[in-house]
């Protein structure tokens, strides 16, 4: 296992970066910027994938697959959309290699260049809306409700491990509808079922709002989003859906004809979630011990290990385990038995503790001769010691109390770090001293929006959906607000 | 729906493309070589990717996930890999896009030139090999068994839906062992459990093989297929699994400690199947009228069609068939109940039979008196009028009937197009007349393969795992040969 983990309290981004590595989640590639993830961190990322994906069936969905491609006056046809992702864009250019001269090894065949340059997709409304041109006649074609599991590549120049990588994971529903507000309630909706699954599923506590002018996906009209805290007391993006207007309709000219025969733009949406949000369930539960998986996307959600001198013990231990899996495999969890015997009992607990098992059981001579088993659960680290006829009953309650609790721990400390400030000075202490989310007036304005973030690197995470409307002045220009906007640094 | 079908009679090759579009299964997107996966043919690669995904898991496969792109060396380090890909690269050479001069609008920023470029994976050895590299050091970390679901690209000059585009889905296995003859176990297992899907799944007989030299993998030393038979006669390679010998440890240097403590190279496989399996599917079992889907892979295995005058009739039926809806569903099938007032029940039967639903179930004034259904299949087109309340049994038989028959229809096709011949003649009569596998005598040479190839475009498609050992001489060269290997021209 190497030596032990960086505690947080230390350098929380040393301590992140070192627990991705040890818990077998992701590595960096020989491709900058470019993560493997590994056989266990896409473990947990496959329990997301089925879990929102149930989520988008449910709501109507359906997937499909667009190309990888798209053709750079494609990207260009949306103005504001291609100034936003134009500077991260990776350009292929040639389709062939070619023998180079001698000693050179294989080289670029210039000969084969591209008519067109094509985009390897950071994004992929253009191609799709290219294509929605072709599916959307009247409005019995509507609503058109699409996702798509993908990979996106944004040429990013600093990079982390699931938080920000060159090529990422991730799913893009693309809808079109026949009037604004239907559009509207579905880019509300998405941001609701992102809510419902980092909160039910991942145990991750979110507010939901909207985005301010500068932090609008490039193309948007409106972009809702959830923002998660992390425990060192800054924000992270955890989903956004966007609003889109007929912005993509009028660029790519899709029409349908109304009720009444008339030609109409359609209106959109998109929303999306990435990889990301393994950053954000890494750092939401974790200790210094390692990782804290909640019970609902943890690849093992128990682990027994024996603990025996020689092999006789061991058959003594494993005759008792056996039926003992079967039965907690029949109540549809995922058990292992590690049964290993080139490794120690200590290892193991190490292992398990630092991947993050939610329960581990062990057993011993003295449990085979009491007929009990010792279990511990991995985010409070309690142990009790239970009668075999108990254990299955045991488990099955720890599931849902270490969800619940994980996410109720998580939920206090988000609670402990929104603060509501009435000035600039208290907001600075605030940001400097506590970090979180300060609550706060703000103008309304870019300007002071881009001040604020100068002066102290926080930027407005959102305007939350609940916020109340309550007269006030804005922290830095003192002109006039109604409503108080969530600021933070962040990921 | 527009118009007719064009028979496969007429013209296989364009029923194919229209069938492809008219089913909804993909269509051409403004990318060359590039296809848009339709919802309807996503559901149904959903349902093979979920099939073999289990079947992976349950042989000890793990999923992981690595990077899109391979610098340009990676790719070079395997020399016959390099030649077997380089001429089909599509290559990034750049990392980002910037405004041109006046009206030239957006372009590729010269300044932003990668160091080395990128290589858009076309298969993932090279980049996989350079990672175990850093994951193997001792027997204890053998064998390493692990998938990957993923995009790639073959920049193919002549392309066709599912069967050939630029950029296509697969799954790519890549495992690593301490011995030879695990490897090679492994290969031939992978082999097996594409067989065991292609013919329990998809209903599509397969004929395992070997391939010769010259259509081996680039950088395997030995390949193992499936290969079927479509309905114009021609072979289409359903997937294939390499024995990569050392060569990629080798070329990655890859070694691991063995139970010795001696460093030793470690032996690898790698195998995959791809979106050419639509393409299998479709080719195998639809007729003039549309898909044919076996009921294993259909998204949607049932369609109940009302018959009806008015609302008052609908509601009728619609109280008879909810009930109905809920039963089969209860029962694990697909069901749609297709209540659209829009549409006429002969337009929905037309839909339904073109994108291959396996059962349809009818109901209307005269069978709501009798207490009755009309069930139609999909595969004989056959009908029948059912009592109510059986018409559960006899749905859940059909779709037994159906898998079981259209593979009987399949293999009773393959079986009557495997034609042994006994010299050069013969062959070409066959190839000419008739089409299918061509079992003939072949003297073991690459040249005489290529000239047969040169002169008649069959290729050699395996030499049979089971073939008999037989003397006999070479159809083409006389010479002595002790095997008969399967000829065919393909896709």
Known sequence: MGKKLTKRAEDYSKWYNELVVKADLAEASGVRGCMVIKPYGFAIWEKMQAGLDKMFKETGHENAYFPLFIPKSYLSK??????????ECAVVTHYRLKNGEDGEGVVVDPEARLEEELIVRPTSETIIWDTYRRWIQSYRDLPLLINQWANVVRWEMRTRLFLRTAEFLWQEGHTAHATEAEAIAEAEQMMHVYAEFAEEHMAVPVIKGLKTASERFAGAVETYCIEALMQDGKALQAGTSHFLGQNFAKAFDVKFANKEGKQEHVWATSWGVSTRLMGALIMTHSDDNGLVLPPKLAPIQVVIVPIYKGMEQLDAISEKVNPLVKELRAQGLSVKYDNRDTHKPGFKFNEYELKGVPVR??????????????????????????????????????????QENIYKKALDHRAAHITEVGDYDEFKKVLDEKGGFVSAHWDGTGETEEKIKEETKATIRCIPIDAAEEQGSCIYSGKPSNKKVLFAKAY
Do not use: C, P, W
């Not at 949306?78 to 500077?87: C, D, L, P, Q």
């Not at 142990?383 to 009953?393: F, G, H, I, P, S």
């Open 361 to 402: 059981i062990a057993i011993g001579q003295r449990d085979l001769e009491n007929g009990t088993y010792e279990i511990a659960r991995r985010d409070t680290l309690e142990k009790q010691t239970v009668a075999a006829d108990a254990v299955v009953d045991t488990v099955k309650g720890l599931m849902t109390e270490i």
């Open 78 to 87: 949306e103005a504001s959309h291609v100034e936003g992702f134009a500077k």
